[in-house]
């Protein structure tokens, strides 16, 4: 059941900030400069947990477990960026996937430093 779990929750993710990317703006006050940065990394800080949560179940090494997450959510930010290219009101910005990337880098720091992977089948 956690493997059921773990591989439907990513796609939910991404369907999430897919839907959010769609929009033409965002109802939050700017309250700091790069505040939207901020807002990047940590919503790809979490979608990096997820990832390694999903790619776990496939992949033994927790070096290339890291890898692989950090490579998917750094496309997968890529590749939202260029969705909001043509959403009116928005616009791509390569500092917001370099947030992104960084988000999940820092996910992926994290859990190789303090969670200790199982072995799951």
Known sequence: MLKFFDILALPFYCAI????SHQ???PLPMLFEYQDKLHHATA???MGILAS????HFVTSP???AIVSIVFCSFYGMSDEWHQSFIEG???DSLDWVADTIGATLA???????????KLN
């Open 90 to 92: 928005r616009e791509a």
């Open 44 to 46: 790809y800080f979490f």
């Open 53 to 56: 949560r999903t790619i776990r």
């Open 24 to 26: 033409p703006s965002l």
């Open 17 to 20: 900030i897919f839907w959010l």
């Open 108 to 118: 992926m720091l994290l859990m190789m430093r303090f969670y200790s992977y199982p």
């Open 63 to 65: 070096f290339i477990l």
